[in-house]
């Protein structure tokens, strides 16, 4: 059984939270005892109608302003997958834990109200959705009941995005749109009986018919050591395995492989999942392997086939980034970056560019990136980082940087 | 939604998770200096127990797990729990809610729905402080309670073990912060994104071994506000309340005090699984720590409940 991981996006009050409240009863998602609670706080906020948003916004905060703040978590499944919802806020101030939502996802969801149109969040949350690289963008025309459900409306609405979609998309994400009430359940599971002029799939349609590449299998090989087990028993007297999870691309035992950064090589022994032997593992996989020879290898080093001429060691590259802290970015001061389960130190040079997202252009002269900027910077890192290019195989080329004082994490950045 | 059946999703459990549960493991192992288990005695725990130790073998597990024992559990958890500790040979550390009692640190609560549920956040504070435990790993799901929904899978907690929903760290991709200042700790939630049949199925495949409460048994109940409690010295009965017999078994394993029973005549796993399946009635809808009031997780989570 596979996951699919989804994300919503869309500015404040597009209806996200409702949507997804929406999806899960429809699919028979929520058990009574839980509707029986959103049926009596609906009744204490004075609603003559189920809201469906207080499913997801659970904190007492959320829940006094009616707005999303943080991202809430959400499951259900089908016969053919599971799915797990993030549901994000949509408020600007709260677009660092939109990211942190987003950063999984392989399906977004981005609600625009039928009567507004295209906004500001739109354009972020596109740019935001092509960043991240994330395959499918669904944009959810929603609230048709208050515009009539008005076929005129909702291609107005497409015409409008049509520039700022050219503009923000890759290669091979596959755009869609759709008109749909989530106050009234037109378009999420079954067809919308009010927009008899709209042909396409619901939501959940669309959703289950979306294939994607489940694992990066084909991408080159990548294995972070997260852990080196050495048992010291009897048994396994001079066992050394290293544990991590296969980023990218697929492993065989008998593979000549070399360790990142030393650069020594040696084969691959065995491939081993709590004593069980295999004889390949991919990306996704959470493996022990152990080698023919004796290494030095600790963790934070890379396993890739010596064959790989092009496995990268990066000490001074270009990324975009996403700022995430209120404290700005400032260059020259010296973060810890976080690589997979890699931690080294970084400077940033320089700031190349920041993104202004509803114009699509960037500006050039740039000395600080604010909470929930995007841009493109230069940096060195202390220690070689063995990232690929973001675009080029996304598993392996994300990293956070972290204040080495407050310990947050404060940004994101995409290798260039 | 396209009908399915009940046994369309049987027996389904997406081997993926257990891949990104093992690789939380890890990181905790390296990350952290102190790190400890929670062990609850229930289904989530020892599917972490489990976990832990794929997540090392052929190594023992690297870190103990510490069992926060509120001296109303049901003898068949304390049990299960020494027992799965041998098999493992993983290092058990035990702290008593009643010394914290004794200590005048914590008051039992009274009334007729008193339980300690809510002290053992006293004991399990001082217990990290005793052994400066920097990260405890616990059972908790996002699907089981809607802030529980808001967690990190990485979860800061201050001085004091606090939770400040607002203030939490962005967590992007697999990567995991677990940097912390002195003094603050971090819960690891590695099933966060397993739902109650997840765990079911899982268990069920891995051929798991459970406390036996899970399964159908006869035992002396009393019906309190619809819901069936086991009888028991703890619970605070009222005149009308009189025990009788009832085929029931448990969906959740807490205090014997605050954890509902379920009339069941599931004897093994693949009917609690249809059970599960058809229920009306959400897994912490048996809870009664939780019905106190709307917000009440959220609530015990500032105060530094797991
Ligand atoms: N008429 C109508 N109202 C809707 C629809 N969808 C949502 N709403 C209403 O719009 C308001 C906001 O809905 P939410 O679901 O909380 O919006 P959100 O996008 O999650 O908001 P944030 O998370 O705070 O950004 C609520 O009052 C909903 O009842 C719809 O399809 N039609
Ligand atoms: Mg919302």
Redesign the interface.
């Known amino acids: ?3 699919l991981r989804i994300a919503t996006a869309g500015s404040v009050d597009d209806g996200k939270s409702t949507l997804i409240g929406r999806l899960l009863y ?3 998602s929520i ?4 509707i029986e ?1 959103l049926e009596s ?1 609906s009744k204490r906020k004075r609603l003559d109608f189920l809201d469906l948003s207080l ?7 959320e ?1 006094e302003q009616g707005i999303t ?7 259900f ?3 053919t997958r ?1 799915y ?1 919802i993030a549901d994000t806020p949509g408020h600007v101030e709260y677009t ?2 939109m ?2 939502g987003a ?2 996802a392989k399906v977004s969801l981005i609600l625009v109200d039928a009567r507004q149109g295209v906004v500001e969040q739109t354009a972020r949350h596109l740019s935001i959705a092509a960043l991240l690289r994330i395959p499918k963008v669904i944009i959810c025309v929603n609230k048709m009941d208050l515009v009539q459900y008005d076929e005129a409306k909702f291609e107005a609405i497409k015409e409008s995005l049509r520039s700022l979609v050219a503009q923000t998309t890759f290669v091979g994400q596959e755009i869609s749109f759709l008109p749909i009430s989530s106050l009234f359940g037109q378009n999420i ?1 079954q067809a919308a009986d009010k927009m008899p002029w709209y042909q396409g799939n619901t939501l ?1 349609g669309e959703l289950e018919a979306f294939e994607f590449a489940e694992s990066l299998a084909h991408a080159p090989a990548r294995f972070p050591v ?2 080196v ?3 010291k ?1 009897e ?2 007297h001079d ?1 050394r ?1 290293y ?3 296969i980023s990218s691309g697929t492993f065989q035992v008998g593979d000549v492989i070399k360790a990142l950064p030393t650069g020594q090589e040696s084969t691959i022994a065995s491939i ?4 069980e032997q295999l004889e390949r593992a991919e990306a ?3 493996v ?1 392997i152990t080698l023919t020879t004796d290494v030095d290898i600790s ?1 934070g080093n890379s396993l890739v086939l010596a064959s790989d001429t092009q496995a990268p060691q990066l000490k001074d590259f270009a990324a975009h980034i996403c700022w ?1 802290d209120h404290q700005a970015l400032s260059p020259g001061k010296t973060y ?1 970056l ?4 890699n931690l080294t130190k970084a400077k940033i040079s320089q700031i190349t560019e920041r993104l202004d997202v509803v114009a699509q252009t960037s500006s050039q002269d740039v000395d600080s990136m604010k909470l929930n900027e995007i841009g493109g910077i230069q940096l060195r890192t202390a220690q070689p980082i063995m990232a690929d290019v973001y675009a080029e195989n996304p ?1 392996n080329g ?3 940087l ?1 204040d080495e004082f407050s ?3 404060v940004g ?1 950045g995409f290798v260039k | ?2 009908n ?1 059946t009940i046994k ?2 049987i027996g ?3 081997r ?5 549960s ?2 939380i493991m ?2 905790v ?2 990350q952290f200096e102190r790190p400890a288990l929670l062990f609850s005695g229930g289904k989530d725990s020892i599917t972490l127990v489990r976990l832990a ?8 597990i690297p870190f103990p797990l510490v069992h926060i024992d509120t001296g109303h559990n049901f003898p068949e958890t304390i049990e299960f729990r020494d027992w799965l500790a041998k098999e493992t040979g993983a290092e058990l550390i035990v702290r008593y809610v009643q010394d914290s009692i004794d200590q005048g640190k914590a008051k039992e609560e009274t009334g007729k729905y008193a339980s300690r549920n809510v002290l053992q956040t006293v004991t399990l504070l001082d217990t990290i402080e005793e052994f400066k435990f920097d990260a405890c790993i616990g059972g908790a799901r ?2 089981e ?3 529980r ?2 967690e990190r899978i990485f979860s800061v907690r201050d001085d004091f073990g606090q939770w400040d ?2 203030r ?8 995991l ?1 677990g ?3 002195v003094g603050e700790n971090v819960r690891v939630f590695p099933i ?2 397993w ?1 109650e ?2 765990v079911w199925n899982y268990i069920k495949e891995e051929k798991m071994e459970i406390p036996s409460i899970y399964f159908s048994h006869q035992r002396q109940v009393i019906e309190r506000d619809g819901m069936l409690w086991a009888d028991s010295e703890y619970l605070n009965k009222e005149a009308d309340e009189i025990p009788f017999e009832a085929t029931v078994r448990f969906r959740t394993v807490g205090d014997m005090t605050c954890t509902a029973a379920v009339e069941s005549d599931a004897v093994e796993i693949d009917i609690i699984i249809e059970e599960i399946l058809s ?4 897994e912490r ?1 048996a809870r009664i720590d939780d019905k106190r009031s ?2 009440a997780m ?2 015990r989570k500032q105060q530094g409940y797991f």
């Open positions: 059984m596979d996951i429809e699919t028979n058990t009574k005892d839980k609670a706080a499913l997801t916004d659970g904190l007492i905060a829940r703040i943080d991202v809430a978590h959400i499951y499944s089908t016969p599971k797990i660092r834990n990211v942190t950063s999984n599971t959940l997260q852990w087990i050495r048992p028993t048994e396994y066992y395995g544990a991590g999870k081993e999942k709590f004593g996704g996989d959470s022990v963790r995430l810890l976080q690589h997979g389960v598993s994300a990293f956070i972290i310990n947050s994490t994101v | 939604m396209t399915s369309d999703k389904q459990f997406p993926k998770l257990e891949d990104e093992i690789y890890r990181e192992a390296a130790q794929k997540a090392f073998f052929p190594g023992k996002r699907d309670e809607k802030a929904a808001k929903a607002k939490q760290r962005p967590e992007l991709f697999d990567m912060n940097r912390i200042a966060s994104n739902t049949l997840d229920a009306e009635i959400s809808g709307e917000a959220e609530k």
